[in-house]
C-alpha cells in the first residue's frame, strides 16, 4: 500500500487518529472521534502532530489515505510463562478447576528454565509483531517455580528491551503467605526483580489477616500490587472490596491493578454499588480479561448453554473515575485454549463482549494509555510530538472496518521504522510438546 522510508525524516498525511489518543491534537473530530492529521517523524521521534490541511500537505508526503493509526498496545496481564503448554496439556473439560489441576501439573512435571524461557520468548515475538509495546506477565512462583522463573524473567526483559518493556508480577493463591517466611523471601526476591507483588484472592476465613500481610510486605519493600481477584461466578466472593477495604485501612500509596472481578456482575446491585465507592476511593485499578473470561465462566458440566458473558462491570467502574483496562491474560493454555497476544483482537473481542461502542467514547484508552499509568510507563500508549514514533498503520479508515478484519496486514512502526511482521511457527515449540 506505501512505504515508509528505511532512513531519515519523513511526514505521513491523511493519518486517520483518534481523539482519545491524541491528546494534544486541536482538530474538528467527526462523530466516532477520529479526525484526519499529518505526522512528522524524525530520529525515531514524532516531532509534530497536526490537523490536515489539503493546502498544506510537505512535498514528498507518504499519503495514508484515512487509514487509522494507533500508539502501541499496552497489555497489563498475561500469563506467558504458562502460554502455548496446550498441546502437551489440555484443560480435560474447560473449566475453571480443570484448569488449575492441569496446569499445575504441567509446572511441576515441566517447567524447566529451558522450557520457560522458550515459550516465553515465543508469545513475546507475537506480542511484538502484532503491535505491543509494553507487556506484564504473572509468573507462578509457588515453590521451587519462583527460583526457576524470576532468573528466566530477568534475562528475557534485558533481551527484549527496547523492543517490549517487560514487566512481572509474582502469582500464588493467597493461602501461601501463610508461610510467612517464605512469602517474605518471594517479597524480596520480587523487590530485587523490580517486580510487583500478585497473589489469587479467595473468600478464606483469615482473608483479612492475609490481605494485611500482602500489604505490609508490598510496604516494607515498596512493591506495587496486582490481584486476580473473584473469578468466579459464586455471588460470596467478595475479595474484591477487602482489597479495597485492606488498601484504605493500611495507607497504601502504591498501585493496585485487580483483574477478573467476574463475580461482581452476579451480585445485587446496592452491593454492586458499595464496593465501587470502596474500589474507587481506595484508587484500585480493575482489567477484564474479556476472552478468558468467556472461555472459562458459566463453562456447564452438563453441555448446556451458557448465559453470561462473564466479565465484570467496566462501565460502571469508569463512571465513577476508576481506571479500567481490557488485556490477553492466558494464550494457548488450559485457562484459554487460543489467543495469540494480539491486542487488537482483544479490542475487538471486548467490543462485542462488553459493548465498548455506540459511543466508543475513550475506550481505546483501555488498551493503551491506561494501562500504560496503571504500569508507571510515562508517554506509552499515546500519540504526542516529542514522544516515540512507536504505533500501527491499519487498513480500516473507521470503527466497522477496523473491527471486521484481523487486521492481518497492519503496519507496526517503532523508533519510526516499520518492523518485520513474523509470527513464530507453532513447530518450533514441538520438542518441548512430547508427552
Ligand atoms: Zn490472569
Known sequence: MFEIPASGPYHLTNARLHSSLAPGLSAAYDSDGFALADIAIADGRISSIVANRQSNTPAGAINLGGRIVMPCFVDCHTHIDKGHIWPRKPNPDGTFMGAL?????????????????????????????????????????????????????????????????????????????????????????????????????????????????VFAQAIKHGLDLDFHADETDDISAISLKKIAEAALWNGFEGNILVGHCCSLARQPDLDVLDTLDKVAKARLAVVSLPMCNLYLQDRRSDKTTPRWRGVTLLHEMKARGIPVAVASDNTRDPFYAYGDLDMLEVYRMATRILHFDHPVGDWPQAVTSTPAQMMRLDGFGTLAAGGAADFVVFRGRNWTELLSRPESDRIVVREGRTIERRLPDYAELDDLMVE
Open 101 to 213: 489441576n492441569a496446569t499445575g501439573a504441567d509446572r511441576a512435571a515441566r517447567w524447566s528454565a529451558d522450557d520457560v524461557a522458550r515459550r516465553m520468548d515465543f508469545s513475546l515475538r507475537c506480542a511484538y509483531a502484532h503491535g505491543t509495546r509494553a507487556l506484564r506477565t504473572h509468573l507462578d512462583s509457588v515453590a521451587p517455580q519462583e527460583e526457576i522463573s524470576w532468573p528466566v524473567f530477568e534475562t528475557i526483559r534485558e533481551k527484549w528491551r527496547g523492543r517490549i518493556e517487560l514487566q512481572a508480577a509474582c502469582l500464588l493463591g493467597i493461602e501461601g503467605v501463610r508461610d510467612k517466611k517464605w512469602f517474605e523471601r518471594l517479597a524480596k526476591r520480587v523487590a530485587a526483580a523490580k517486580g510487583v507483588l500478585g497473589v489469587v484472592t479467595y473468600m478464606l476465613p483469615d482473608l483479612e489477616e492475609l490481605l494485611d500481610q
